[in-house]
């Protein structure tokens, strides 16, 4: 299970380049630094999905490694491969999910003055203060921090669950 999550993990180092050097080199050659809102949307949305599939995908590890340490004799049967292609699957459907209703959302803004991002790299910040302050922006920014808490909260708690002799090394500090 540690070579398939090492796998995917390699994919995705693989395509997180892929995101961003093209622009970049793009940017060095020919000066151009700008790069148009639908550009931007594209590129924000593949390194977003990959973003958030790495951090499903370390959680996974993380977990595969526990049971591994922690209960040798149960591990075969926990972590399968079954498991682990659904534990992969929902990384990678989750994502897709999430960041494209916030795209979708992004798309919904209406952008006021020049539609170009001064920088070779696009992010959600940069697109959000390119918009004009309507209804729209305040739901992306509401469900922009809404999911990165809702997911940033369920990477701990998978990481506390899969790991509760941490939880009781911290509840003796206290």
Not at 3 to 25: A, D, K
Not at 85 to 92: E, F, H, I, T
Not at 95 to 117: K, R, T
Request: hydrophobic share 50%.
């Amino acid at each position: 299970p540690m070579y398939f999550f090492l796998g995917n993990l390699s994919w995705l180092e693989i395509c997180y380049s892929s995101t961003i050097l093209p622009r970049m080199l793009a940017s060095f050659l020919t000066g151009d630094r700008s790069i148009s809102v639908t550009s931007c949307m594209v590129q924000f949305y593949w390194f977003g999905l990959l973003l958030t599939v790495e951090c499903y995908l370390l959680v996974s590890m993380s977990y595969d490694r526990y049971l591994a340490i922690c209960k040798p004799l149960c591990y075969a049967t926990l972590m399968n491969g079954r498991f682990c292609m659904q534990l992969a699957a929902g990384s990678w459907l989750s994502s897709f999910i999430i960041l494209a209703v916030i795209i979708y959302l992004v798309s919904q803004l209406a952008f006021c003055g020049p539609n170009e991002i001064d920088h070779f790299f696009c992010d959600l910040t940069q697109m959000i203060n390119l918009s004009a302050v309507t209804p729209v922006w305040y739901l992306v920014t509401l469900i922009s921090f809404t999911t990165s808490f809702y997911h940033s909260l369920t990477w701990h708690l998978c990481y506390i669950i899969s790991h509760p002799e941490n939880l009781s090394h911290a509840s003796k500090a206290f």
